[in-house]
């Protein structure tokens, strides 16, 4: 951006500002209305987990949506899309696929074999403390990964709506994020978070269909003109349409594409705040019907990143979106501004608050339930299962769940801070494959290998899970890259691939074979048998 043009963007945010925030609290606001409203009607531990089971498919397939749409899909996808074209687009594929993986395999059964955690599945036929153990763990590393990218997002975002340059404000408006999480969840339960979530799936449907129907007019809904210009403007030519300009350049991006890939596919069956959802509604039926009216809406948000990211990529010059956020995570917002008038004028604050504050809704609503995901486990499979022997009180458990929600809250806050200036896509796709090494494996085997043992359940989620994080750990997205690592300045990374899934999936799976064969252990095949029949009819659910 000029700086004739930095200053005038400047100057019209600081104009509109006034308007900016006054819309921005009054979405906060509201949200928090819903979550107090909610907080009165959760009185039992099945109200506070589950949301008393009260939800019919079409409504939890509307809050699955909304946990599932994050800042990933919305602020992620798009910067994606706008620097690198036909592969930043893989990002949207590969995360709808995920969904039949999840319908085909793990939806109704599931929902018929658990109560309120994955925890409660893997206990059913194996000894209960070490499974429950290791399943909490597994739930709470997963959703801090997934955490990091929703607050890198709501950094970004309110960085860019209140005119925030320095670290230290980045850092309070992450902060700020965290404590409003921790209220959310405290006082709503998944009662709050799942209305919380419906409400913010339908905004940013709209406000996404809108901005695509903006984009489209601007072009005459000719969307090869679009491509066309989205092309030019990059300064990318042709290349910027086709496969390879992010994945391809070499061995090692091939490979990173293949693993990310991976990671994708299988790792939304993993993800515990997408796993718990299906305990929200009466019956198994429900669960497998939400899934498909979550296909349905997610899939329509999908295809409209493309007009969001070439939108972006055709009105946007490439340098000024990276000047904004080197990972490009505020194209859409910035799009908005563009197609609602441009750059200073009151139609492009109206839309950028708009938008802003959707997207900043989304946020909210996603770390609700992945913060509730976390605290669920630790409060009923560690706290009410491992600690107290089951000797716990419902009362007893909510206190835990209420007190790990702020531990986990203050944990977010401090890593989010590190990880504001990577893709937001990018570091929700280092939950999937954690997700996918840790909690895929042992899943599947529990519901459909008849020989598998506590041991093999322990050897699959411990050792998906540290070697994923291990990966992670000592790849370029924590250090070696000056512009989007979490720790700049130094350079400790070995591992070349951005994403472990192509190395800790397949050892996960690996490792719950080897520990299941090579135990002297014999599994219950009595008690497999009653799982097998309570997954696949629901004789016995709860």
């Known amino acids: 951006m000029s700086p004739a043009a930095h200053l005038a963007a400047s100057a019209s945010s600081s104009d509109h500002r006034p308007l900016i925030i006054t819309l921005f609290a009054l979405f906060v606001v509201a949200t928090l209305a819903i979550t107090v409203w909610a907080g009165r009607q959760t009185r039992?531990?099945?109200?506070?987990?589950?949301?008393?089971?009260?939800f019919t498919a079409f409504q939890n397939g509307l809050a699955v949506s909304g946990d599932y749409m994050s800042a990933a899909s919305f602020l992620g996808i798009a910067g994606a899309i706008a620097l690198f074209g036909y592969d930043g687009f893989l990002y949207s594929i590969g995360f709808l696929v995920a969904w039949l993986v999840a319908l085909l395999l793990v939806a109704e059964p599931l929902r018929n074999s658990g109560r309120y955690t994955m925890g409660d599945v893997l206990a059913y036929r194996m000894r209960q403390r070490?499974?429950?153990?290791?399943?909490?763990?597994?739930?709470?590393?997963?959703?801090?990964?997934?955490?990091?990218a929703q607050m890198a997002g709501a950094?970004?975002?309110?960085s860019l709506l209140l005119g925030i340059t320095s670290d230290a404000g980045k850092i309070a408006i992450v902060a700020l994020v965290g404590l409003l999480m921790i209220v959310y969840v405290s006082i709503g339960g998944m009662k709050g978070t799942t209305w919380v979530q419906m409400v913010k799936a339908v905004l940013l449907i709209a406000g996404t269909l809108l901005i695509t129907f903006l984009v489209l007019l601007k072009f005459n809904f000719n969307i090869s003109d679009l491509l066309g210009t989205a092309a030019d403007n990059s300064g990318k030519g042709a290349a910027f349409l086709e496969p390879g300009l992010k994945y391809g350049a070499t061995a090692t991006s091939k490979l990173d594409f293949l693993s990310l890939g991976i990671a994708l596919v299988l790792g939304t069956a993993g993800l515990p705040h997408i796993l718990i959802r299906f305990y929200t509604v009466p019956t198994a039926r429900a669960a497998r019907k939400s899934v498909i009216w979550a296909i349905g809406i997610i899939g329509s948000f999908y295809l409209m990143t493309l007009a969001l990211g070439f939108g972006a990529a055709a009105l946007i010059k490439p340098e000024d979106i990276t000047q904004q956020n080197p990972a490009?995570?505020?194209a859409a917002p910035q799009l908005a501004e563009v197609i609602g008038g441009g750059v200073g004028s009151t139609g492009g604050a109206i839309l950028l608050a708009v938008i802003s504050a959707v997207a900043f809704a989304t946020i909210l609503a996603v770390v609700a339930g992945l913060t509730l995901a976390s605290s669920s486990s630790f409060a009923h499979d560690i706290y009410a299962n491992v600690i107290r022997r089951g000797q716990a009180t419902e009362?007893?458990?909510?206190?835990?769940?209420?007190?790990?929600?702020?531990?986990?809250?203050?944990?977010?806050?401090?890593?989010?801070?590190?990880?504001r200036d990577i893709n937001v896509a990018g570091l929700v796709a280092l939950a999937f494959a954690v997700?996918?090494?840790?909690?895929l494996p042992t899943i599947l085997y529990s519901l459909f290998w008849k020989r598998f043992t506590t041991r093999g359940a322990l050897w699959s989620i411990y050792g998906g899970l540290a070697s994923?994080?291990?990966?992670?750990?000592?790849?370029?997205?924590?250090?070696?890259?000056?512009?989007?690592?979490?720790?700049?300045?130094?350079?400790?990374?070995?591992?070349?691939?951005?994403n472990p899934g192509l190395i800790s999936i397949p050892l996960g799976f690996l490792l719950g074979w080897l520990g299941t064969v090579l135990g002297k252990e014999?599994?219950?095949k009595g008690k497999y048998a009653e799982l097998e029949v309570k997954s696949l009819t629901g004789t016995g659910a709860h």
């Open 468 to 498: 994923s994080v291990l990966l992670v750990l000592f790849s370029p997205v924590v250090s070696g890259n000056p512009k989007t690592s979490m720790f700049k300045g130094v350079d400790f990374q070995w591992f070349p691939l951005e």
């Open 130 to 148: 070490p499974v429950r153990t290791a399943a909490g763990a597994s739930t709470i590393v997963v959703s801090i990964f997934y955490l990091l």
């Open 44 to 54: 039992s531990a099945s109200d506070f987990y589950a949301g008393g089971r009260q």
């Open 435 to 439: 997700a996918a090494s840790a909690n």
């Open 522 to 524: 014999q599994a219950d």
């Open 395 to 419: 009362k007893e458990e909510m206190r835990a769940a209420r007190w790990a929600t702020v531990a986990i809250g203050v944990v977010s806050i401090g890593l989010g801070a590190l990880a």
């Open 328 to 330: 490009g995570n505020t």
């Open 155 to 158: 950094g970004v975002l309110v």
